[in-house]
């Protein structure tokens, strides 16, 4: 969770917790904004966009697109700030490699090792900026 330094106003500006606050909500809104919209009217023009028949998941809706918005929003919202960035990057990661059709296992490990320990030498090290803590770690 981001914390907002001790006496800060709004004639400051906006505090620094409302900008992901603000992105989390709005990624909400989008998603169930777009399953509502898919639920009540679907068209067969747009399931033409939005459908992959090659997938074996899609059923009428675009399975895919919710299944990774959902994980985005769990990601925000509930993983970072119980597990912590890095952490909650590689579950992640592995749930969007898995929702993408990934079967092989050393795939589905290194490569969100590998994505995770470029963030962290990217901005813990070179860039010196803290990414999230979490409740646990």
């Known amino acids: 969770s981001i914390i907002d330094p001790k006496d800060f106003g709004l004639d400051q500006g ?40 090659d997938d074996g998941l899609s059923s009428g809706l675009p399975v895919r697109g919710l299944m990774g918005m959902t994980a985005a929003v769990v990601f925000s919202q509930l993983l970072i700030p119980v597990l912590g960035f890095y952490f909650a990057s590689i579950l992640l990661l592995v749930g969007m490699l898995k929702i993408l059709g990934e079967k092989s296992i050393m795939k589905l490990v290194f490569v969100p090792l590998l994505v ?22």
């Open 116 to 137: 995770v320990a470029g963030v962290w030498l990217l901005f813990a090290q070179l860039l010196s900026i803290r990414l999230p803590s979490s409740l646990l770690f």
């Open 14 to 53: 906006l505090p620094p917790s409302f900008s992901p606050k603000l992105v989390s909500g709005i990624a909400v809104l989008i998603l169930l904004f777009r399953l509502g919209k898919l639920i009540i009217n679907p068209s067969v023009d747009s399931e033409k966009i939005i459908i992959d028949n």
